[in-house]
C-alpha cells in the first residue's frame, strides 16, 4: 500500500497538480488538507473518472480535509466524536481493509501569544484523547496530514533562528511529542533519520524552493505494527516547482502487504 498525504491550499485550484500526481505516483490512498470548498462544490468527478473514490468535509475558503483513494473505505466519520461540528474538517478518518488512516489539518496557531497559539496546544490534547477513546496502540493506525509542527531541528531550514517562531515552538513539541508518545512512529524518519527535506516553502519568501528555505510540517506516522512492515517513505519536492503549486508538496509512505 502507498499512502500520500498533501495540504493543496485550495482543492480546486490544485486539480491540475493532484491528477498530474495521482498519474504519475498511482498512490493506492492520498490524504488531502485545506480544501478549502463546501462538500457541495468539492471536485469529485475528476477523482471519480480516475477510479478513485473521494470521502470529504470541507467549508468555504477555510480548512477541509479528504481522502481520495482506490479502493472504498468501510467506515468514514469525521470531527472528534463529540457534537463539535466546528473541528469536522479538520478531521478525517478512514477504515480500508481494517486500517485505521486519521487525516488532520492541525490549527496552524497564527503567533504564539496568541489565542489561537492556545486553542492548537489544546487540539492536540483533544486529539490525545480521542486516540485514547477510540484505539489501542496495537492497533494499525496511520495519522497523517499537516501538523503545522517541525518537530526536530532538522525539520527546519534554521533551527536557531527559528526556535520559538509559529511551527517550531517548544510548547508546540511537547504537545506534538504527547500524541506521538500514545504510540506512533514517525515513517519518514524511520527510513531516513539524517535527511533534510521539507514538505512546506512560504510563497512570500523569494525562490524558497531552490535556496532550501523550507520546514518538514506534513507527516505520515504510524503505530508498531504498520511501521515494522513499511518500506520507505520520501517526499517528492517536484510538484511544488510546477505551475499554481500549493506551498506545500507530496510525502509519500508505502507498506508491505497491505492493499494493492
Same mark, same amino acid.
Given at each position: 500500500?502507498?499512502?500520500?498525504?498533501?495540504?493543496?491550499?485550495?482543492? *480546486?485550484?490544485?486539480? !491540475?497538480?493532484?491528477?498530474?500526481?495521482?498519474?504519475? /505516483?498511482?498512490?493506492?490512498?492520498?490524504?488531502?488538507?485545506?480544501?478549502?470548498?463546501q462538500d457541495h462544490d468539492f471536485p469529485l468527478q475528476p477523482f471519480v473518472d480516475e477510479g478513485y473514490y473521494c470521502n470529504f468535509k470541507g467549508q468555504k475558503s %477555510?480548512?477541509?480535509?479528504?481522502?481520495?483513494?482506490?479502493? /472504498?473505505?468501510? /467506515?468514514?466519520?469525521t470531527g472528534f466524536g463529540d457534537d463539535d461540528a466546528q473541528e469536522k474538517p479538520r478531521l478525517i478518518r478512514v477504515n480500508i481493509d481494517g486500517i485505521e488512516i486519521v487525516n488532520t489539518y492541525v490549527p496552524q496557531?497564527?503567533? !504564539?501569544?496568541?489565542d489561537q497559539f492556545k486553542y492548537k496546544i489544546t487540539w492536540f490534547e483533544r486529539l490525545r484523547k480521542y486516540f485514547e477513546t477510540n484505539y489501542t496502540a496495537d492497533m494499525p493506525i496511520i495519522w497523517t496530514g499537516d501538523f503545522n509542527v517541525?518537530?526536530? !531541528?532538522?525539520?527546519? %531550514?534554521?533551527?536557531?533562528?527559528?526556535l520559538g517562531s509559529i511551527g517550531y515552538h517548544p510548547e508546540e513539541h511537547i504537545a506534538l511529542k504527547n500524541v506521538m508518545e500514545w504510540g506512533f512512529i514517525d515513517? %519518514? *524518519?524511520r527510513h531516513k533519520p539524517a535527511e533534510k527535506a521539507f514538505t512546506f516553502w512560504d510563497y512570500r519568501i !523569494?525562490?524558497?524552493?531552490?535556496?532550501?528555505?523550507?520546514?518538514r510540517i506534513d507527516h505520515i506516522w504510524a503505530t508498531r505494527s504498520l511501521a /515494522?512492515?513499511?518500506?520507505?517513505?520520501?517526499?517528492?519536492?517536484?510538484?511544488?516547482?510546477?505551475?499554481?503549486?500549493?506551498?506545500?508538496?507530496?510525502?509519500?509512505?508505502?507498506?508491505?502487504?497491505?492493499?494493492?
Open positions: 500500500m502507498k499512502i500520500a498525504s498533501f495540504n493543496a491550499n485550495g482543492i *480546486r485550484a490544485r486539480l !491540475p497538480v493532484i491528477l498530474k500526481w495521482l498519474k504519475q /505516483e498511482s498512490v493506492d490512498i492520498l490524504c488531502v488538507q485545506e480544501t478549502k470548498v %477555510y480548512n477541509g480535509v479528504a481522502v481520495i483513494s482506490k479502493q /472504498e473505505p468501510r /467506515e468514514v466519520s496557531g497564527r503567533a !504564539p501569544d496568541s517541525a518537530l526536530d !531541528p532538522i525539520d527546519v %531550514y534554521d533551527p536557531k533562528e527559528l515513517i %519518514y *524518519r !523569494p525562490n524558497a524552493v531552490k535556496r532550501g528555505l523550507g520546514w /515494522e512492515i513499511s518500506k520507505a517513505a520520501w517526499i517528492d519536492q517536484q510538484p511544488r516547482l510546477w505551475q499554481r503549486p500549493s506551498d506545500h508538496t507530496f510525502i509519500v509512505a508505502e507498506f508491505e502487504n497491505l492493499g494493492s
